[in-house]
């Protein structure tokens, strides 16, 4: 399709948004930039509400069944303390992967894309791709060169930037998408991709953490024929450490998994959804750590693993001051 000099290319050749359609590029930007990110998934959201749910039931048994009744104090305090840590981060970096959109990230600031051409333009709106930005007037906004090729999906009527893929949940182009999780309510993308590192990196640790703690423990109320094992009956006490390591060992394993999975996509510069397509790469991939230090930001650091860095409660405080913060979906 010809317009203003520039080419259009449409995957099922979908025709441009009429001139007289509601969609105002302007305020959906400033609409986005006061929106704190969420997905209404019913799905995502029991997943994301069972996740948690799991890591506190995993807190309870490890402290009041395991190290309070234990005799030894310093096993109980430093085994209590590593594993809260461990679990508040974990629930942290969960928070931030679900509530961080995953094209804006936490930056208040335009994102500008690394696209060679003028959609970059397109990326300076804070957010996820808008939808339905492909009409005329804005095209013409965009001051294309002549001949230029631009993509727009036929589902969500967006201009695409380079490397965005549609998210038929969120409903959105996400730009280097690449999964959707449930179990984080949210897309994996460009600027939540380094919470989700995290959050699988300290789900592992504690699920290690809590099969050790059982091993521990059974070994020790076996010794001592579970007579001042717990607090709890022997038979009770056997089932919350039997559903402990079930879901200790499902849960390492996976993590363990996506973690691997994640680092091994950072370090080749490809998502998942490009592999699985095998799309050959039209940008120019970094170097291995080049690619660590692009998602995880600078130079290494313990930032690297503290999902706290870059949170802004300031600006959140301001958002509640203007009458509560609103969801995108």
């Known amino acids: 399709m010809q317009s203003s000099g520039h080419r259009f290319c449409d995957v099922e050749h979908h025709p441009l948004l009429a001139e007289n359609d509601s969609y105002d590029s302007s305020s959906s930007e400033a609409d986005m930039a006061e929106r704190v990110w969420f997905i209404r998934d019913g799905r995502g959201m029991v997943c994301a509400i069972m996740t948690w749910l799991l890591v506190v039931y995993a807190d309870f048994v490890v402290t009041f069944v395991m190290l309070l ?13 590593l594993f809260n840590c461990l679990a508040v981060l974990a629930l942290s970096s969960h928070l931030r992967t679900m509530l961080t959109d995953p094209v804006k990230g936490g930056d208040p600031a335009p994102l500008l894309c690394s696209c060679e051409t003028s959609l970059g333009v397109l990326c300076t709106v804070l957010g996820a791709v808008p939808k339905g930005n492909a009409t005329k007037e804005y095209m013409d906004n965009l001051q294309l060169k002549p001949g230029e090729v ?10 695409k930037p380079e490397r965005a893929h549609h998210c038929s949940i969120c409903k959105r182009c996400i730009r280097k998408m690449d999964h ?39 070994f020790s109320c076996v010794q001592g024929q579970w007579t001042e094992c717990s607090d709890f009956s022997p038979p009770v ?21 996506m973690f691997g999975t994640q680092i091994h996509s950072i370090c080749n510069d490809e998502t998942e959804i490009e592999r699985l397509k095998s799309e050959k790469p039209t940008w120019e991939r970094r170097l291995r750590w080049e690619g660590m230090k692009s998602v995880f930001g600078g130079q290494p650091s313990l930032l690297w693993i503290n999902p706290f860095a870059g949170f802004r409660i300031r600006r959140l405080l301001l958002r509640a001051k203007k009458g509560g913060p609103e969801f995108s979906v």
Request: charged share 10%; glycine share 4%; hydrophobic share 50%.
């Open 237 to 257: 006490t056997v089932i919350l450490m039997i559903i402990l390591c079930l879901e200790g060992f499902l849960f390492l394993t996976f993590t363990a998994v």
């Open 180 to 218: 959707h999780c449930p179990w984080v309510n949210n897309c994996v993308g460009e600027k939540n991709q380094r919470f989700f590192v995290l959050f699988t990196m300290y789900i592992a640790l504690i699920s290690a953490h809590a099969l050790i703690l059982c091993g521990f423990q059974f």
């Open 69 to 81: 009744p234990s005799k030894d104090f310093w096993y109980s305090v430093i085994n209590g303390v």
């Open 150 to 159: 631009i993509y727009k999906c036929p589902k969500c009527c967006s201009i």
